[in-house]
């Protein structure tokens, strides 16, 4: 009787040893790493990426910028040109597993960063408007779902026009 009652005993401890480390690993919550503005692009340092054949912008990544983050984020710099001529650069981020993106900065006309502002996590969809989120997350930065490694990885991405793993 006594052994039975050992072994209960040493059955109940290992099950609350067990709950106790999955009530841990549900404690985990991702937390963004320290973002600080990189410095403002110039044009011998963009890659030109391709997004859609319906677009008449061209989109590129500063090289420089370009950085996988240890909290899975992949940060760049983009710069848009418009068919008219108009020119955006903004900074952002690409958090892969979650398939999400956030504009940290946007460039101002005299080669300046605005403020890093707040913005909340945006969900990357793939459509006619603003289908470089998708397109950088798919083809280049997140393939498979799981960040790029290295900015090296993620600079000959762009330069092959498509990441090796991508779909």
């Known amino acids: 009787m006594r052994r039975v009652r050992r072994v209960l005993v040493m ?3 290992a099950m609350n040893v067990a709950q106790a480390a999955v009530d841990d690993d549900e404690a985990v919550v991702w937390a963004e790493g320290e973002v600080s503005l990189p410095t403002f692009p110039a044009d011998g ?10 677009t008449a912008n061209r989109f590129f990544i500063d090289a420089k910028s370009l950085s996988a983050g240890s909290d899975g984020v992949v940060r760049y710099v983009l710069v848009v040109t418009t068919a008219g001529g108009a020119t ?12 999400e993106f956030r504009i940290y900065s946007t460039g101002r006309i005299d080669r300046s960063w605005g403020a890093l502002r707040p913005a909340d996590w945006r969900r990357i969809e793939n459509k006619t408007v603003n289908r470089h989120h998708a397109a950088l997350s798919r083809d280049y930065f997140c393939p498979g779902g799981s960040p ?4 090296d990885e993620g600079r000959d991405a762009l330069r092959r026009g498509k990441h090796p793993q991508a779909d």
Not at 88 to 99: D, L, Q, Y
Not at 148 to 151: C, V
């Open 11 to 13: 059955l109940l401890l």
């Open 88 to 99: 955006n650069v903004t900074f952002e981020g690409i958090h892969c597993s979650a398939r």
């Open 148 to 151: 790029i490694q290295t900015a």
């Open 45 to 54: 340092d963009l890659i030109e990426f391709y997004v859609s054949a319906v």
